[in-house]
């Protein structure tokens, strides 16, 4: 299969060689159809569905009729518990009993994080990192790690003021995650749980370790590779 291949820095942003990247991960072309179907299902399966309204027949009251229907010189009315009538029902308000999950097939969630991903690769917003080494938990450190590697690429990455980046680690690094906690348009997490709803949320994803997230996000694959002929 072909590669495409890729520059790795360290967390300095100076030149730490280059990785071969697999096609079928980065080089996927934009399926925008599968995108919103993916996306929007994450979104409907997030959400936690408590919020409530009453209907005209779940309101309190209304069970006179407000006055007689002729010769007031007033709207007819037949209840309080209208819509229109303060205190009454609520007119297609959110209901806690309507169900947004939806399902979402594996291999579609896979197609849509290897869209995301050749996407982003294309536009120049995926930054390679060999590693991110902290001897404290220290925002200042990553601040600097952040201008530094921004500096390499030419990008915003340090200068975005939301959403600005994923940093994916291999594994779960206390101290990485601590360093960048207070800078709020930044997210540390997992390779294992990237997701497309994430990445198009952030403007960049930076890939720590490039050899050993790629090995990752590989194992995440549930299509086999076809097979070459001979």
Do not use: C
Not at 4 to 12: G, L, N, R, S
Not at 13 to 25: H, N, Q, R, S, W
Not at 212 to 218: A, D, Q
């Amino acid at each position: 299969m072909s590669k495409i291949e890729a520059k790795i820095y360290t967390q300095e942003g100076k030149d730490a060689g280059k990785i071969d990247l697999p096609a079928f991960m980065f080089d996927v072309p934009w399926n925008a159809d599968l995108i919103h179907q993916v996306v929007t299902s994450m979104q409907g399966n997030a959400r936690r569905g408590t919020a409530h309204t009453k209907d005209r027949s779940e309101v309190r009251g209304g069970g006179k009729k407000p006055w007689r229907q002729k010769g007031t010189g007033r709207a007819r009315h037949g209840s309080r518990r209208s819509p229109i009538w303060v205190g009454g029902g609520v007119t297609h308000g959110p209901r806690s009993d309507k169900n947004y999950d939806r399902k979402i097939n594996k291999k579609m969630k896979e197609k849509a994080l290897w869209t995301v991903l050749s996407a982003k690769y294309r536009d120049g917003e995926i930054i390679f990192v060999d590693q991110m080494a902290f001897p404290d938990a220290k925002t200042k450190v990553a601040r600097s790690v952040l201008a530094d590697i921004a500096k390499a690429e030419g990008n915003m990455l340090a200068s975005k003021r939301k959403n600005a980046a994923v940093i994916a680690t291999p594994q779960k690094d206390t101290l990485v995650q601590k360093s960048f906690a207070n800078i709020s348009s930044i997210i540390v997490d997992e390779v294992r749980m990237l997701n497309p709803l994430e990445l198009l949320n952030s403007k960049y994803l930076v890939l720590v370790s490039p050899k050993e997230t790629l090995e990752i996000l590989e194992g995440r694959k549930v299509t086999k590779r076809p097979v070459a002929k001979k």
